[in-house]
């Protein structure tokens, strides 16, 4: 067998034998560079898939390899420039399709057009955000549940497992796979209605329905969605009359075989004041326990997200990340962008003394910071007055600044949406939501806006 057919037919069967990410993530960019003196050399895009490959999938390959009457004495994985080109570049170019990706765009999603120029779909993705897919979802111990019940529904909604209710921690991943389901389910099938809602929009678009009286607007919106995907059900507590409603939307949806998909970070059980009734119905589907990725998962979350921001860490870093932020990737995402900016801002390569010194400097931060001083923080930092950042304006040098700040006021004190609106002096919270989103977004790919963000936390802690 030729040996660029060999390694083809190793990776088919490992394709088969392993999930989507996960071969995505450590298999789609090797080749088979040569085999001589009985030692196959493998190609792979950087250190971490060379680690990776070593440690935990040399047998296997090993054994498929011998399935093809091949029987090298050893594997060598060398780190190949061209495929970390090639993969970079892969990922930059699917990641700047996507609209939303550009510093100055402040389109809300519903608005934008798909990635892949279909017209007729955009207008049906409707509060999704198109950054959240499989393909980036790192799959792996604690989250592959959850991502295989997500993938079951993505390929045939409405019909198994419904509803879906995965609960588990904050920033573990629940929203990311969630609103992929739902980007999933339009790119199959383009014109499908997704709506994908947070509970404390669904409860604020709901008392304004009342108050506004615009039920009918809304009971229809919802009821006339093919997927109804809501984010955050433990927000419901307590709202009687939400729930009602929320309780009908759930029977006529199912009745209709719509997938309903259910976040919460808690088992319904668990959830205060949850109608007995709404309870039973979420037990008529699957519910899913997520748990925080392990260590594993976290390293390859990290080493992705680095290579996004088109930087390649060296292992002892990524691991050094992976071990301190245990329990939330959210943060895990937060310490590696302070991480870049300061390395960027100082011109130094990254390693486990400046990872180590920044995490313990972020441990001695104070908790008691209030929106107040945060905004006043942002505020001195751009030189934009208070009452200009809390004001109507709309100029772009107030924009910007005002919209760090809503994500800072996310990021740091974890308000809710439609608090971090008011203390902004916005009636619309769906501005806070896009606000964070696009800052969350820019600290992807502009190195000005990490290094103002860790400037402006350098300061608010200092
Ligand atoms: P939750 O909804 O559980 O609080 P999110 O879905 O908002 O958490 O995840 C927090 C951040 O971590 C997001 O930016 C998300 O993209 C990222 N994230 C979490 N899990 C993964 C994963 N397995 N692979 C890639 N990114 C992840
Ligand atoms: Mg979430």
Request: glycine fraction near 4%; hydrophobic fraction near 35%; include cysteine.
């Amino acid at each position: 067998m030729q040996d660029d057919h060999l390694w083809q037919a190793v990776l088919g069967e490992i394709e088969l034998s392993i999930s989507r990410g996960n071969y995505v993530t450590w298999f789609k960019n090797t080749r088979l560079l040569r085999f001589k003196d009985n030692v196959l050399t493998i190609g792979v895009p950087n250190v971490f898939v060379k680690q990776q490959l070593e440690r935990k999938y040399n047998d296997i390959i090993m054994e498929l390899l011998a399935k093809n009457r091949t029987t090298p004495d050893k594997i060598e994985y060398k780190i190949h420039t061209d495929l970390s080109k090639n993969s970079a570049n892969q990922e930059e170019e699917s990641i700047s399709l996507n609209p939303s990706s550009s510093p100055s765009s402040v389109a809300t999603h519903a608005q934008m057009p798909m990635s892949n120029g279909n017209s007729l779909s955009h207008s049906y993705r409707l509060g999704l955000n198109e950054r959240y897919t499989f393909d980036n979802f790192i799959v792996g111990g604690g989250n592959e549940l959850a991502y295989a019940a997500c993938q079951a529904i993505a390929a045939n909604p409405g019909t198994k497992y419904n509803p879906l209710f995965i609960y588990g921690g904050v920033g573990i991943g629940k929203t990311h796979l969630i609103q992929a389901v739902g980007n999933a389910i339009i790119a199959n099938k383009p014109g499908t209605r997704v709506v994908y809602v947070s509970t404390e929009q669904f409860v604020q678009e709901f008392i304004d329905a009342v108050r506004y009286k615009k039920n009918t607007d809304f009971a229809g919106y919802y009821r006339n969605a093919d997927v109804l995907i809501i984010d955050d059900m433990q927000f419901i507590a307590g709202k009687d009359k939400t729930q009602e409603e929320f309780f009908h939307t759930f029977n006529a949806l199912h009745q209709a075989n719509k997938q309903v998909i259910i976040s919460s970070d808690k088992p319904p059980k668990d959830i205060p004041t949850l109608e007995e009734r709404l309870r039973s119905r979420f037990a008529w589907g699957m519910s899913i326990d997520m748990q925080n990725p392990d260590f594993e998962t976290r390293c390859a979350i990290v080493q992705s997200k680095a290579e996004m921001k088109g930087m390649v860490l060296p292992p002892d870093v990524v691991e050094y990340l992976a071990n301190h932020i245990q329990t939330n990737i959210r943060e895990l995402e937060g310490a590696l962008n302070q991480l870049i900016a300061f390395c960027e801002m100082r011109g130094l390569e990254p390693d486990a003394n400046i990872v180590s010194s920044l995490l313990s400097a972020n441990k001695s931060r104070p908790k008691h910071l209030s929106a107040r001083q945060v905004i006043e923080r942002i505020s001195k930092h751009f030189q934009v007055p208070m009452d200009d950042l809390l004001g109507p304006k709309r100029d772009k040098d107030i924009v910007v600044p005002r919209q760090v700040a809503m994500y800072m006021l996310r990021s740091e004190l974890h308000l809710s949406f439609p608090k971090i609106a008011r203390e902004l002096g916005r009636k619309d919270h769906t501005t806070a939501i896009h606000s964070v989103e696009k800052i969350e977004q820019e600290l992807t790919f502009d190195a000005i806006m990490r290094q103002h963000i860790s400037e402006i936390k350098e300061r608010l802690y200092a």
